[in-house]
């Protein structure tokens, strides 16, 4: 067995330099510790709470970049406790923790607004590998690439400023929405399978769970495509592609 100690990965940090801050919120004291005491080792500060109550008291004093929101809570629901949260802090990432492992619940986790999701019991290399992948695809740590504008036909997406607009019209995406055009945009006319945006865009291996590539296509399909003629194309058993509309 190999013993010799092993270099840790560069903290993420904020933009400005400064830690990346997470609330997790769940009823299981011992759970809360131990998964704080792992964010916390990453470098990164950490608050928990117990419950919704406790939750959105926190989100307003510690404006948290990211939450772990377990979806069973003593005094509600996580998933209607995310609107709440929502009000207090827009932007923040939310990591549902479940104990459901069905397709319906997942699905519910992410129409409710969740951005990932994990199954309890998990491991905790597994959660903090979907925090880092929610935080990058945010824009919330620190920028590893030079700024770049793409286009493909009338499209747009400023990455530094991660804005998007089509014919000139700004659009609003969420961060996952954003990280899948992204990735449709870089990679303009070619087919990509499922299994190919769940490892780029959410950066581990969904297994079962493509649904949630469909679904995220739908979401910007509403978006980018509503009223215009179609850029974002389905290629029957193969995947997606986008295109610039022809002149």
Avoid at 167 to 180: K, M
Avoid at 229 to 238: C, D, K, S
Wanted: aromatic share 6%.
């Amino acid at each position: 067995m190999d013993t010799a100690p092993r270099a840790r990965p560069a903290p993420l940090t904020r933009p400005d330099g400064s830690p990346v801050r997470v609330l997790v919120v769940d009823d299981e004291p011992d759970l809360t510790e131990v998964l704080a005491g792992v964010l916390r080792y990453e470098g990164w500060q950490v608050r928990t709470a117990g419950d919704v109550a406790a939750a959105l008291a926190e989100a307003g004093s510690f404006e948290p970049d990211a939450v772990v929101l377990d979806v069973v809570l003593p005094d509600g629901n996580g998933l209607s406790a995310l609107r709440d949260l929502r009000a207090v802090r827009p932007d923040v990432c939310v990591l549902f923790l479940t104990a459901r492992d069905a397709v319906e619940d997942r699905i519910a986790g992410i129409t409710a607004g969740g951005d990932d999701y994990v199954t309890k019991p998990f491991s905790l290399e597994e959660v903090l590998a979907r925090l880092r992948g929610l935080l990058r695809r945010a824009g919330m740590t620190r920028a590893r690439d030079d700024a770049a504008l793409l286009v493909v036909g009338d499209l747009t997406i400023d990455e530094d400023a991660r804005e998007v607009a089509r014919a000139g019209e700004a659009i609003d995406l969420s961060p996952t929405e954003f990280e899948l055009l992204r990735y449709l945009m870089r990679n303009p006319r070619r087919v990509l399978s499922k299994a190919q945006i769940l490892e780029q865009v959410w950066s581990y291996d969904f297994g079962g769970r493509a649904h949630v590539v469909e679904l995220y296509i739908s979401y910007l399909r509403r978006k980018i495509d509503a009223g215009r003629q179609p850029m974002i194309h389905t290629v029957r058993g193969a995947g997606y592609v986008l295109r610039a509309v022809p002149r």
